[in-house]
């Protein structure tokens, strides 16, 4: 998230940008993002950032749209030797659980603590919010997109699934990194 303080037109914007996305009051603003209306949606962060590491976990990190599902089914593919029929039955959502998705169906984490080695999780989390992988073993890999494609996708996704917002709009609250 940009660090500046934002301008009454910023502001503004993004007051809009919420406003159009935030039917039936299902989100939040916390920490300059806009999160899940969940009752423990800002416990489940930190439970996030403090989870262990274990030596077998694979992270995949990157902003939405970026390629994030395509990276997340090469992965799972390699961790399966290339053998298409050790994954063709199970969805990616089973393979490589989203970590950022799964708060908005229950903010429980107990269920990735249970999960069988070796881990594979994407997310769309910023760094303040992923574990520390300093000194350990388990590996992050991030993922990055032109942003301008990255833009046009997430501008036709917020679109065509949660609002109708206007392009510069969008543009703008894109490049001021409040999307």
């Known amino acids: 998230m940009n660090?500046?303080?934002m301008s009454s037109e910023q502001i503004e914007r993004r007051a809009k940008y919420i406003a159009a996305i935030n039917v039936n009051n299902y989100y939040i603003?916390?920490?300059?993002h806009i999160l899940p209306n969940k009752?423990?949606?800002?416990?489940?962060?930190q439970t996030v950032k403090d989870t262990t590491i274990r030596p077998t976990d694979i992270w995949i990190c990157g902003y939405m749209k970026s390629g994030n599902t395509?990276?997340?089914e090469i992965v799972s593919l390699i961790m399966a030797d290339g053998v298409v029929d050790k994954v063709f039955n199970r969805s990616i959502s089973e393979r490589v659980p989203n970590i950022t998705l799964a708060v908005h169906v229950d903010c429980n984490y107990s269920w990735f603590e249970?999960?069988?080695?070796?881990?594979?999780?994407?997310n769309h989390l910023e760094i303040k919010y992923l574990p520390r992988f300093e000194g350990k073993e388990g590996k992050m890999i991030y993922?990055?997109?032109n942003p301008k494609d990255v833009c046009?996708?997430?501008y036709h996704f917020h679109h065509m699934i949660i609002a109708a917002i206007d392009w510069h709009d969008?543009?703008?609250?894109f490049l001021d990194g409040h999307t």
Do not use: A, C, M, N
Request: charge should be negative; glycine fraction near 6%; hydrophobic fraction near 40%.
């Open 3 to 5: 660090s500046k303080p």
């Open 29 to 32: 603003e916390h920490d300059g």
């Open 39 to 45: 009752p423990s949606i800002i416990e489940w962060h």
């Open 70 to 72: 395509w990276l997340s």
């Open 114 to 122: 249970g999960l069988t080695d070796p881990r594979i999780t994407v």
């Open 143 to 145: 993922i990055v997109r």
């Open 152 to 154: 046009v996708s997430l």
């Open 170 to 173: 969008f543009y703008q609250l």
